[in-house]
Each structure stands twice: as structure tokens, then as C-alpha cells.
């Protein structure tokens, strides 16, 4: 079974407008951490944003927040005002605790490629 | 500056032969992982190390091999036994810290077989 489903393989929005990326995951483990990334075409992996599984505020970072809904295991990607620099790939990622994870690694989602135009 | 530095950024190789791919970082992180990238399938994990002389088979470990001698380098060779090695392979990193340790990333090797 997938660990992160991210069903969007691409999405297009018009520039200032808000988006969301969805992303669902699965795991038995109490403790976890999503990440969100985003890839541009030049290939380098940007962090963007975290939730951590007790948190109980959804995660912002600027334009970029997270829609974590816990019982129903979503970590929604939201960019407000979206920019033509806003154009990349964008990916979900998840860090297990010790109970089912284990050595830090993340499991990351197939991705969704977003297209901001005029 | 800090960071992770991945060699070369384009490689070429012919059927039948190892190539390495090389990983540097600069962040003292005790963690590094490869992972493959390969067109709608995400990042899949190859390897991962959590100390030096230690590492781990990630999801799909077969036909490539690591090395930690070093803890600022995690050099991955890709051998004939892979048989289907074109994709960009990503070097990762990062500190053994808690939940909500980000992972850093390098630009990434693009290997083609020709």
C-alpha cells in the first residue's frame, strides 16, 4: 500500500489566485511528521513547510499552509496568491516514528505538477 | 556555504559498466540517503545511512551499492546488476535529530545509459 497519495499529477492555476495540493497518507504509527517540497525544472528540492502528528494548529509558512486533517489522514498543500515562480513540482513526504519507521527517512509521494499562468 | 555537493551533475554510461556517483555535504548531518527519481513515481529511497561505517537497503536496493567511510560523504555506485539505471538520483541529509527534521537536498545527478 502507498504511504503518501498525492491524486494530482498536475494542476494549472491562474497567477494571485490560492491552490491546493492534495496529499493522504497511511501509517499505524501515533508519531509522524509531513514535509511538503517543491521541485523546480532545475532539479533541487526545497523545503517548504511542516505538520508534525501533535500538532495542533495547522502549519503556515508565508503564502504556503498545510490542511492537516488528522482523522482523515490529509496533509493539503494551500499556496495563496500564486506567482509564476509558484511553476514546479511539488511534493508530499512523511517521517515515521521509531514504532514503524525508523532512520529518519522520508517516504515521499509521486507528485504534483503545478502550472501558474497569466 | 553549507551544503550537499553531488558530482557530476550529467553522466553517461555504457551497458555493462559500474559508475559512482558522489556525494559530499558540509552540514556535519550524521544521516545521508540516495534516492531515485524517475518520471510520475516520486523519490524512492536506495540507501540510507545513519553514522558513518553503517547504512541501510532502502525500497530498492538492488543493483547499487553505498559506501560510509566518511561522515561528510556517501559515494553510490550503480553497477551492471541495475537493469534499468537511467534516472536523476538525489543526495540527501540530515541531522539525527527529531520528527521535524528537514531533509536537504543537492541538485542531483542525471545518469543516462547509452
Known amino acids: 500500500a502507498q504511504k503518501i497519495t498525492q491524486t494530482q499529477p498536475g494542476m494549472f492555476v491562474q497567477e494571485k489566485e490560492a491552490v491546493t495540493l492534495d496529499c493522504t497518507y497511511d501509517?499505524?504509527?501515533?508519531?509522524?511528521?509531513l514535509f511538503w517540497y517543491k521541485q523546480p525544472s532545475s532539479g533541487e528540492m526545497i523545503f517548504l513547510i511542516y505538520?508534525?502528528?501533535?500538532?495542533?494548529q495547522n502549519a503556515t509558512e508565508g503564502r504556503y499552509s498545510l490542511n492537516f486533517q488528522k482523522a482523515r489522514k490529509s496533509a493539503n498543500l494551500v499556496i495563496s496568491a500564486s506567482q509564476l515562480g509558484d511553476s514546479a513540482m511539488y511534493f508530499c513526504?512523511?517521517?515515521?516514528?521509531?514504532?514503524?519507521?525508523?532512520?529518519?527517512?522520508?517516504?515521499f509521494g509521486t507528485g504534483t505538477q503545478l502550472k501558474v499562468e497569466l | 556555504d553549507g551544503g550537499i555537493t553531488q558530482s557530476p551533475k550529467y553522466l553517461f554510461r555504457k551497458e555493462g559498466q559500474n559508475v559512482t556517483l558522489s556525494c559530499e555535504q558540509n552540514?556535519?548531518?550524521?544521516?545521508m540517503y540516495w534516492y531515485r527519481q524517475d518520471p510520475g513515481q516520486g523519490l524512492r529511497l536506495i540507501y540510507y545511512?545513519?553514522?558513518?561505517?553503517?547504512?541501510q537497503k532502502g525500497d530498492i536496493a538492488e543493483g547499487y551499492s553505498v559506501s560510509r567511510e566518511k561522515k561528510e560523504s556517501f559515494p553510490l555506485t550503480v553497477t551492471s546488476a541495475q537493469k534499468n539505471p537511467t534516472a536523476f538520483y538525489l543526495c540527501?541529509?540530515?541531522?539525527?535529530?527529531?520528527?521535524?527534521?528537514?531533509?536537504?537536498f543537492g541538485q542531483g545527478t542525471r545518469l543516462t545509459v547509452v
Open positions: 545511512s545513519q553514522i558513518v561505517n553503517d547504512f
Open positions: 513526504a512523511m517521517r515515521e516514528g521509531r514504532i514503524t519507521g525508523g532512520g529518519n527517512k522520508l517516504t
Open positions: 552540514l556535519n548531518h550524521d544521516a
Open positions: 501509517t499505524s504509527d501515533p508519531s509522524y511528521g
Open positions: 540527501a541529509s540530515s541531522t539525527r535529530g527529531g520528527m521535524n527534521t528537514e531533509a536537504f
Open positions: 505538520q508534525g502528528s501533535y500538532d495542533q
